[in-house]
């Protein structure tokens, strides 16, 4: 159903050299860079995540109540995703953690916001190991 999720931002260089390290060592790529936007995805006929510039010319700041969530691996890969992130600069808005009961659809869980405020959930389902 998602075909792309952008986030805004004020400065385009600096949020693409966080996420492009973010993501680094997964199977993501930069599919599209321009002035304006540059995405990443494993290709167009699944989710991409882009940044981009405002469109109307006028300050990007965080939507409240926003989030865009990023499925992970393993809850190891949360937990190096998350700190990954806080690394680069982003603010811990939630050590990762189980959310609710353990168990076979367990939620395992960390969020933080990006350079520009935007709010990040790193994220994977399923029993611990």
């Not at 075909?3 to 997964?26: H, K, Q, S």
């Not at 811990?92 to 959310?99: E, F, S």
């Amino acid at each position: 159903m998602i075909g792309y999720v952008i986030l805004g931002t004020n400065d385009l260089v600096r949020a693409a050299a966080f996420y492009e390290a973010l993501l680094a060592g997964g199977d993501d790529v930069r599919l599209l860079d321009t002035s304006a936007l540059v995405a990443w995805g494993k290709d167009w006929d699944r989710p991409v995540l882009a940044v981009a510039r405002p469109s109307d010319g006028e300050m990007a700041t965080p939507g409240h109540g926003g989030l865009v969530a990023l499925v992970q691996s393993s809850r190891a890969q949360v937990d190096a995703i998350h700190a990954r992130a806080i690394a680069l600069g982003a603010t811990d808005d939630g050590a990762p953690a189980t959310r609710g009961e353990e168990g076979d659809q367990s939620y395992y869980a960390g969020y933080c916001r990006d350079l520009d405020g935007n709010r990040l959930c790193l994220f994977f389902v399923g029993a611990a190991a």
